[in-house]
């Protein structure tokens, strides 16, 4: 295992519902990053937090908000929900040292149903 | 944007045949790494190639990055059932401020 854990595994909302999915870093770990991946595709990135600001973002619209907490856990909030934002969202953390980019560890993921 | 694309899509192997997926960037990388997803699974490191030309071996998987830091390669050598699943590279052009996944390559190994 690594570390790194998603709630909740599993979710059902309804389009224009609102979530926040939550993640718990691995100990140590100042950085973490969130990905949607639809069946049968790569994981896209969505963004990145650092000491909790947000430093890197992929293309997704402004629906797409999260936070990171003191304590480096994270979370990812959608808002208006589309059915299209079906998908396993994965949420990987990482030591950001400063030097290389370096290994980055993925939870098991929360599956999110929008009907 | 920066696309990152992998061929085969799909691969079926007899087991102790060898397999190949290529990673090709729209953009030059800084960085590469490669992730193995199994069925059901989340993405699990492997490794992460820096330089160009890097030539990195993993007991029967060889990695390789392009001398134009633009294409990667992963090759594992004599297939065994434990490794299927489907293997991802992921482009980062100057960090992880935006990475960027391979369409990946899903290997079905037959025994």
């Known amino acids: 295992e690594t570390g790194v854990t998603q709630s909740p595994t599993h979710l059902i909302k309804t389009r224009g519902q609102q979530v926040t999915l939550r993640c718990s870093s691995q100990?140590?770990?100042?950085?973490v990053s969130w990905y949607q991946q639809a069946l049968g595709q790569g994981p896209q990135f969505i963004f990145q937090?650092?000491?909790?600001?947000?430093?890197g973002r992929g293309n997704f619209p402004p629906r797409f908000s999260g936070l990171q907490f003191p304590n480096y856990s994270s979370e990812l909030n959608v808002n208006a929900l589309e059915l299209d934002d079906s998908a396993l969202y994965l949420c990987a953390s990482r030591e950001n040292s400063g030097r290389a980019p370096n290994e980055q560890f993925f939870g098991p993921g929360t599956r999110l149903t929008v009907l | 944007g920066q696309q990152v694309m992998q061929i085969p899509q799909y691969q079926h192997v007899q087991e102790g045949e060898d397999f190949t997926t290529y990673c090709n960037s729209s953009t030059t990388l800084s960085n590469i790494q490669w992730y193995k997803q199994r069925p059901g699974g989340h993405p699990v490191f492997l490794i992460q190639?820096?330089?160009?030309?890097e030539v990195k071996k993993q007991k029967r998987l060889t990695f390789q990055f392009g001398e134009a830091k633009k294409n990667s390669s992963l090759h594992i050598t004599a297939t065994q059932t434990t490794d299927v699943g489907t293997y991802f590279c992921?482009?980062?052009?100057?960090?992880?401020?935006?990475?960027?996944f391979g369409t990946g390559t899903k290997l079905q190994v037959i025994p």
């Open positions: 190639l820096v330089k160009s030309g």
């Open positions: 100990s140590g770990h100042n950085t």
């Open positions: 992921a482009g980062l052009p100057g960090g992880y401020q935006k990475v960027t």
């Open positions: 937090y650092y000491r909790e600001e947000e430093n």
